[in-house]
T-cell receptor, first 114, second 117 residues
Framework: DAGVIQSPRHEVTEMGQEVTLRCKPI?????LFWYRQTMMRGLELLIY????????DSGMPEDRFSAKMPNASFSTLKIQPSEPRDSAVYFC????????????FGEGSWLTVV | AQTVTQSQPEMSVQEAETVTLSCTYD???????LFWYKQPPSRQMILVIR??????QNATENRFSVNFQKAAKSFSLKISDSQLGDTAMYFC??????????????FGTGTLLAVQP
């Protein structure tokens, strides 16, 4: 089975540009998570969805960040406008309630804002 | 609030030897899960092992095993017969279990393990 699929794997963009990160969760999983990893703050949960509905977005740093999940097989994390401090690895992850909370991660999207 | 602490920022082990990574956590809840994730230089997060808090038996996955001490809130990872491919950052993680519903996965700060040839 395919794992969590993220795109792009690497992106370099200029400050002020819009960035869109994409995620396809594991088929059948009903939870989707967006995490951010930086050296300073480690792994942070930004937002998570259950059955396409946002459950907790308290980790979203500010209004420049937004996330959507229009259907069970696709989610986006958008940053507009991007800033250098947004440079990080962004992970998408998914889980199935019935599987006992095991969360599976994608390979991450490495974002650099210059 | 739940917290996860990994007190060893870095560790080193010789190939074929055994190493133990420490993790402690704090919670007032009784129903939760604990995990160890491995992050190699590729940055991918790979699940190593999982432990349900209600199980007394320690989880084992091939060369990886845990020592789960619920009263002490301790969850250490033992890697036997270390291999060069085990070189990675290891994260301890915790998640509450509310009636089976998924909740936030809380990570420790990680331990960087280097396996020396």
């Amino acid at each position: 089975d395919a794992g969590v699929i993220q795109s792009p794997r690497h992106e370099v963009t200029e400050m002020g540009q819009e960035v869109t990160l994409r995620c396809k969760p594991i088929s059948g999983h009903d939870y989707l998570f967006w995490y951010r990893q930086t050296m300073m703050r480690g792994l942070e949960l930004l937002i998570y969805f259950n059955n396409n509905v946002p459950i907790d977005d308290s980790g979203m740093p500010e209004d420049r960040f937004s996330a959507k999940m229009p259907n069970a097989s696709f989610s986006t994390l958008k940053i507009q406008p991007s800033e250098p401090r947004d440079s990080a690895v962004y992970f998408c992850a998914s889980s199935l309630r019935a599987s006992g909370n095991t969360i599976y991660f994608g390979e991450g999207s490495w974002l650099t804002v210059v | 609030a739940q917290t996860v602490t990994q007190s060893q920022p870095e560790m080193s082990v010789q190939e074929a030897e055994t190493v133990t990574l420490s993790c402690t956590y704090d919670t007032s809840e009784s129903n939760y899960y604990l995990f160890w994730y491995k992050q190699p230089p590729s940055r991918q997060m790979i699940l190593v092992i999982r432990q349900e808090a209600y199980k007394q038996q320690n989880a084992t996955e091939n060369r990886f095993s845990v020592n789960f001490q619920k009263a002490a809130k301790s969850f250490s990872l033992k890697i036997s017969d270390s291999q060069l491919g085990d070189t990675a950052m290891y994260f301890c993680a915790f998640i509450l279990n509310y009636g089976g519903a998924t909740n936030k996965l809380i990570f420790g700060t990680g331990t960087l393990l280097a396996v020396q040839p």
